[in-house]
């Protein structure tokens, strides 16, 4: 037996002059459910679904009437809509009009008199196109809707990357400024002992000159601090700038960049770098965002040294050519990742760090960065008495 479910709460406009014919039949479409607006000719049938007071799902109409005939209205609604589903009825088989009813793209054709089983299968295969076709469109609507949250999503975690990314490197900025600073003070402090103490003679050449020199290189280490602390800031100011531009070069570079900003902080902590660079190839990268991506790495095992307080701790960087692309890996001896945890290390808010020192968005950021913005691979496994984090990026 035919499902008809899908047949209930669809309209469908009747043109039939016919009125004991339309009464049978309107009453039989109404036992499936289905609104009938019924039209005595093909004017009134036309005129109806002009004015589109009701959204008609499906046309069932007779082929002579007075007036406007079947096909004749067919035509001028096919002028608005091409695509509503029509079903024919008549009482003749000629040729001609079962070959108009194909160029107008007639769903189906069912003779006079009407089997009432014959109408309701026409019915299901008219409309089952339609109506799939809107469930489709609604279900890409709501995915839509869906893809726009989780880009607004991602938008919101970016920003989350962006600051806590932003809170390490103000925290290496005052790291890297307090020798400077320190030294800017001493120097300072020496130029104006000297001069309150009257150290040099200045009634005699020789005591002008020693004052000369003293001042001259002790304003000579303060204009050196300055640089570097000026040196500092443009460091970091060129890795937050925003600006997303494509660039052709070597690899070696950004991750030397990654390194002059964080250098300061493993130095500190006793964390031996050891670099080994054997790619030659220039690739098209967002130099900033493989930067951020190298600095999280780096940060993450420096956290994983301090956190398990490890001994000789050390990171190696390497980098080697592959037939379409590049490879980087960094690896780390700060302990191996526990199994049930390295399947889910890149996914947000996942953090194996103590509470207060991991956010769980680094890894996913550097994920999407490596993957959805340069269509590369990144994946960690456990080696020796570590972890390899490894990041392959294809020439293009």
Known sequence: MINNKILENITVLYAEDESIIQKGITETLNLFEIDVICAQDGQEGLSIFKSGEKKIDLILTDIKMPKLDGLEMIKK?????KDIPVIVTTAHQETTYLMQSIELNISSYVLKPIDIYKLEECLIKAIEPKVLREE????????????????????????????????????????Q????????????????????SGKFDLETKQGR?????????????????????TTTIDDFRNFYKTDKILVLENIEKPIKNALKIIQKDLQTNNIEVILDFKSEKKINIYENEI??????????????????EIKNSKIEVKTEDLDNGIKIEIYDNGGAIEEKNIDFIFEPYFSTKKEKNGTGIGLYMSKIIIEKNH???????NTKDGVTFSIILECV
Do not use: C
């Open 77 to 81: 609604i096919r002028e608005i809509d």
């Open 136 to 175: 489709l469109i609604e279900k890409n609507k709501k995915l839509e809707i869906e893809i726009k949250k989780n880009e607004e999503k991602q938008k919101v975690m970016e920003a989350q990357s962006r600051f806590a990314a932003m809170g390490e490197m103000i925290s290496m900025i005052a790291h």
């Open 177 to 196: 400024w307090r020798q400077p600073l320190a030294s800017i003070g001493t120097a300072s402090f020496n130029l104006k002992y000297k001069l309150l």
């Open 209 to 229: 000159d020693e004052q000369s020199e003293f001042f001259t290189n002790k304003l000579d280490e303060i204009e050196f601090y300055v640089q570097n602390l």
């Open 291 to 308: 930067i951020h991506v190298i600095i999280n790495l780096l940060k993450n095992a420096q956290d994983k040294f301090l956190e398990k």
């Open 375 to 381: 269509h590369g691979q990144i994946y960690v496994t």
